[in-house]
């Protein structure tokens, strides 16, 4: 706990608030980085279809054909905002996979913990 407040006052509140956190050439490096990532992964299909499967996992083959026109749309504001809302406002984040069945089974203890399903119109990765 100590070294989360440590880390959450300094380095993720200088990401939040400093809008030169990230400079532009950083930025665009870590743009590159990811770029090259996804690359490196195509050049074998192994590691294509596991790319692919994360990808689907994260949003479904529309995000796989618009994850890089998004990656380049992100800007420092964006991070800024991420940071806030994922970093700043929550002590601690927790994600359950469950089936829907199962999800059933326990809605009640499950809601009872404050637990949100994640949808489209929540998850920032999908919008």
């Known amino acids: 706990m100590t ?3 440590i880390v959450r006052g300094s380095e993720m509140y200088a990401l939040k608030a400093s809008s030169s956190y990230f400079g532009a ?3 665009e490096a870590g743009k590159a980085s ?3 990532r996804k690359d490196e992964a195509f050049s074998e299909p192994e590691t294509a279809v ?3 499967s994360d990808g689907w996992i994260r949003g ?3 995000w796989i054909d618009s994850w890089e026109g ?3 749309a992100v800007t420092g504001k964006d991070l ?3 940071a806030d809302e994922y970093f700043m406002k929550n002590l601690e984040i927790i994600a359950l996979r469950l089936s829907p069945d199962e999800y059933a089974a ?3 203890n499950i809601d009872s913990y404050g637990f949100t399903a994640i949808s489209s119109a929540k998850a920032f990765w999908w919008q």
């Open 70 to 72: 998004r990656l380049d």
């Open 3 to 5: 070294f989360k407040e």
């Open 106 to 108: 326990r809605k009640k």
């Open 80 to 82: 800024s905002a991420f």
């Open 50 to 52: 596991l790319w692919c």
């Open 25 to 27: 050439k950083d930025l």
């Open 34 to 36: 990811l770029k090259q």
């Open 60 to 62: 479904g083959f529309a």
